[in-house]
T-cell receptor, first 113, second 117 residues
């Protein structure tokens, strides 16, 4: 059974700092990995999708990497801003495109002005 | 930009009542999903739906739950005889799956908050 773990559970940083969020998963037979942002009481916004054959994806100040063999992914946020404050969720999809996502518990990020 | 829409945004019901949560997935998407998130806990998979039938379901998705695609646009989750522990945020999601595009990326709605009293 796939287990997804995110470290740290919470992170508080001053504005402008670069930061790394970590995600690990137990079963490396994945189809893809997706990073989401969740604001309090809101839905999940897709940030980055990495296919199992890819090593990294970038979108603006965000960069996600994937090391499938070691079961790890990182989300790098450059020059953090107060508007980045949210919970960041990592989720992995099993071996086919239609199968379920398994989520981690998330990292709650606070960026202080 | 196309998005997944869900109604209602919040529903309060009495224990034992039936609830129907509605979703309109993105129009050219072929896979539909329901997930739930109990307050303070992980997002959990409930069920996936493809080609007018359930393709996968979790152990949470027991006989109390059912899904339906009553027409070409709506996707519903029915919870029969609600229990206190069904209180959660329910998320609908859809993903594209065609011969040309099959990234498996999921797009989520804003959720329906269900409160069972």
């Amino acid at each position: 059974k796939q287990e997804v773990t995110q470290i740290p559970a919470a992170l508080s940083v001053p504005e402008g700092e670069n930061l790394v969020l970590n995600c690990s998963f137990t079963d490396s037979a994945i189809y893809n990995l997706q990073w989401f942002r969740q604001d309090p009481g809101k839905g999940l916004t897709s940030l980055l999708l990495i296919q199992s054959s890819q090593r990294e994806q970038t979108s603006g100040r965000l960069n996600a990497s994937l090391d499938k063999s070691s079961g790890r992914s990182t989300l790098y946020i450059a020059a953090s801003q107060p508007g980045d404050s949210a919970t960041y969720l990592c989720a992995v999809k099993k071996e086919t495109s239609g199968s379920r996502l398994t989520f981690g518990e998330g990292t709650q990020l606070t960026v202080n002005p | 930009e196309p998005e997944v829409t869900q109604t209602p945004s919040h529903q309060v019901t009495q224990m034992g009542q039936e609830v129907i949560l509605r979703c309109v997935p993105i129009s050219n998407h072929l896979y539909f999903y329901w997930y739930r998130q109990i307050l303070g806990q992980k997002v959990e998979f409930l069920v996936s739906f493809y080609n007018n039938e359930i393709s996968e379901k979790s152990e949470i998705f027991d006989d109390q739950f059912s899904v339906e695609r009553p027409d070409g646009s709506n996707f519903t989750l029915k919870i029969r005889s609600t229990k206190l522990e069904d209180s959660a945020m329910y998320f609908c999601a859809s993903s594209e799956a065609t011969l040309m595009t099959n990234t498996g990326e999921l797009f989520f709605g804003e959720g329906s908050r269900l409160t069972v009293l």
